[in-house]
């Protein structure tokens, strides 16, 4: 399936709107994570860990998207947006995007 953040696919031609569509993932933190996080925030650096954990969710979203469009026949997903949220602690992807199929 083709997922792109642009309104159009090159070469194709949309033949028909099969609506919005969306795929969300939250990811609670483990509290020993935080606390190394909290370390590298203080002496500077990248906190890999969730680095790593942002980088599942954001694959968990755009599956769980991927999944409701082709639910609805879908041979595209065009528009898409990724949005992030912390909530209580927990991390909150959001992706979203209008499935289509292409003529």
């Known amino acids: 399936m083709i997922v792109t953040t642009t309104q159009t696919v090159e070469g194709f031609q949309v033949a028909e709107y099969l609506g919005i ?8 933190a483990n509290i020993m994570r935080d606390l190394f996080a909290g370390l590298t925030d203080i002496f500077g650096g990248r906190s890999g860990a969730y680095e790593q954990e942002l980088g599942k969710a954001r694959e968990t979203a755009l599956r769980e998207m991927e999944e409701r469009a082709a639910e609805r026949g879908a041979s595209a997903v065009i528009g898409v947006d990724l949005d992030y949220e912390v909530i209580n602690n927990m991390l909150m992807v959001t992706a979203s995007g209008t499935a289509v199929r292409l003529g």
């Open 21 to 28: 569509v969306a795929g969300e993932a939250i990811l609670g």
